[in-house]
């Protein structure tokens, strides 16, 4: 579950929202990345590795270069939210229970 | 089995009036679920409000309201704009209270491929799950 946790912070921004519609549309290097923001290198990073945290990218060494791609494992692990909702629910009546039990003076 | 969707009952030990009152009236909502500026009325758009961050969490519409008896309502979640869910409220009086059944439907319109192209989280909504853990 840290997992998901991990997932949907790395989704809780902007800018990593862009990089992974980018990473969406085909693999690329950092550099390729860096290119679409008005941001430095080691800020690009630091968003990558929060996504590679949340096991939405992956990345891999081929050659001398470092190729980030999607990892639709974490989105499909992401998309498990029936289980969420279904946690959701649970604590919102037993939430509605203790009220009427107390306020209704049962 | 279908796994998108979820089926609740809760039993309260009251009459369907006072139940109905506590899923329909803003006041009411506000101490269990989120709160709406308005109560729930038939037809009408709501949205539901984060008690900390006072941010809008839930809207949707009133689908039907058949006063004591059933209530629904279209669900949309902050971090799904575009998807809306649907809430089915049921509410059966039987001896000694109120028999109320929650069915939530349409959890399988966000598969991965729309998920990817209407994603708009933010930060309010992980904090939210991290609560739901804590419990």
Sequence with gaps: ?106 | MNTSEIIKTVFLPVSAKVAWGYLTEADKLAKWFHAPKQDLADGQDYALFGAESGDKVCWGKVLKMDPYHALAYSFAVKPFPGMETEVYWTLDEIEGGTRITMRHTGLENLDGQSFDLSMALDKGWDRHFAQLRDI
């Design chain 1, 1 to 106: 579950m840290k997992t998901d946790v991990a997932a949907f912070k790395a989704l809780g921004d902007p800018t990593r929202q862009q990089i992974v519609a980018l990473l969406a549309g085909k693999d690329m290097t950092i550099g390729q990345v860096v290119d679409h923001f008005d941001m430095t290198r080691a800020g690009v990073k630091k968003h990558m590795k929060l996504l590679e945290a949340g096991q939405l990218i992956t990345v891999k060494a081929e050659g001398r270069e470092r190729i980030n791609s999607l990892n639709h494992e974490g989105f499909k692990s992401i998309m498990q939210w029936v289980a969420y909702f279904d946690q959701f629910w649970d604590d919102k009546l037993d939430a509605l229970a203790s009220l009427v039990e107390q306020e209704e003076q049962i």
